[in-house]
């Protein structure tokens, strides 16, 4: 899909879906931001006209948000998942041993650079081209025909577990665990605002990832489930288990409401305030959009900030963090598309220098490293995308 109306990129109000009830939040304040940017974005673009460039507005794809695809294109999407899990792993047996798909490829990556990709400068762009490599691997080895959807968190804040995301229909990202007896869920590492127990915790058995397996991590799970537990070593040997999950309303109706949102948007004009207050303010227990999405449906490997890319809601939650962040740069492109901050360490810690755009990003086997500065337009370099 080209974009042909950029005004139409806003699709504000709430609706409810089908016969049950559920019924979708409104997200008109980020709805009216991602408008905006949308025309700043064709401002920009006309003021700055590059006849030489490979990919602009008339040209890019756009991202759909999960409730505006059909059904078919939803099962489309979660079966390209499954082709990728189908695939035997270019990892090397000595590197990954566990790993036994292309997918168990990209969990692998995550897992060996998660304390340099988070908490760092480059945490967008990393998972950025992290989600378009993803996005490429389902086109290109698994015939997939669409692009990557974004689950847009604040739809669904205060009803996860009937939200068409969780539903457990086939048009769905997989339904909740099924219950297991549980203690509170400590997401956070200072231990502040444990997530209470929910109704889930266990496997997962409805929807299209019923049966799949994880193979890595988990390494630091915090799904409070005595068989749960990290694996010997760094988590990357073979550990064969289903994907539990333990839907949190407590925790999307904190953090991820479409009020969360505009705030974190609205708000924080400096690039290094934007990505704090977006993965959390941990001393203070505060969440944020980008711990609060993956504790939202937490479990294992969700829970888990090492081996997280185990359960395929990462995506749909990473994209609608590249699109936040996509929203955020196109408020004041001039000032805002290359702006980066903070180390190359987590949280600075060990204390380190400070990231540049011409810092690398190398997933491994999934993709050829790129510097930074190719990674902050979704326009240009190896992209050519925008959000719906």
């Known amino acids: 899909m ?18 049950s009830a559920y019924t979708a ?38 991202r759909q948000e999960w409730t505006a695809l059909s059904s078919q294109q939803k099962v489309a999407y979660s ?27 990209f969990v ?44 847009n968190w604040g739809k669904s804040a205060y009803d996860p577990i009937n939200s068409p995301y969780f539903d457990g229909s086939a048009n769905s990202m997989g339904g909740n665990g099924v219950y297991e007896k549980h203690n509170a869920t400590v997401a956070l590492p200072t231990a502040l605002n444990n997530i209470p127990p929910g109704v889930g915790g266990g496997c997962v058995k409805t929807g299209p990832f019923k049966n799949m397996v994880v193979n ?21 040997n073979y550990n064969p288990r289903c994907v539990k999950r333990d839907i949190s309303e407590w925790v999307s109706s904190q953090w991820n409401t ?9 708000n924080n004009t400096d690039i290094s305030d ?51 962040w996509w929203i955020w740069q ?8 290359n702006a980066i901050g903070g180390t190359i360490t987590l949280n600075n810690n060990p204390p380190s220098r400070a990231g540049t755009l011409q810092d690398y990003v190398d997933l491994g086997v999934n993709a050829p490293p790129v510097q930074i500065s190719t990674l902050m337009s979704t326009l240009a370099g190896e992209f050519c995308y925008v959000y719906a």
């Open 2 to 19: 080209h974009l042909s109306t950029l005004t139409s990129l806003a699709s504000v109000g709430a609706f409810a879906f089908g016969a």
């Open 25 to 62: 939040a409104s997200t008109s304040q980020t709805d009216a931001l991602a408008a905006q940017g949308a025309y700043n974005l064709a401002v920009y673009e006309k003021q700055n006209y590059n006849p030489n460039a490979k990919c602009n507005l008339g040209t890019g794809y756009v």
């Open 79 to 105: 079966n390209a998942v499954l082709c990728l899990m189908s695939k035997p792993a270019k990892s090397s047996k000595t590197a990954v041993p566990g790993a036994r798909s292309r997918y168990d490829d």
């Open 108 to 151: 692998a990556v995550h897992i060996n650079q998660t304390l340099t990709i988070h908490g760092t400068a480059n945490f967008l762009s990393w998972h950025r081209y992290f989600v378009w490599t993803f996005e490429q691997a389902l086109r290109n080895e698994c015939g997939y025909q669409g692009y990557q959807p974004y689950w």
């Open 216 to 236: 890595l991590g988990p390494v630091a799970p915090t799904l409070a489930e005595p068989e749960v537990v990290p694996q010997n070593g760094n988590g990357l």
């Open 258 to 266: 479409d009020a969360d949102s505009y705030s974190l948007i609205a």
């Open 274 to 324: 934007f990505q704090t207050i977006m993965q959390g303010v941990f001393d203070q227990g505060f969440y944020g959009v980008h711990t609060g999405g993956h504790f939202t449906f937490g479990g294992d490997p969700g829970g888990d900030i090492f081996a997280s890319p185990g359960d395929p809601m990462f995506w749909l939650h990473h994209a609608q963090i590249d699109r936040t």
């Open 330 to 337: 196109n408020q004041n492109i001039a000032a805002r598309q």
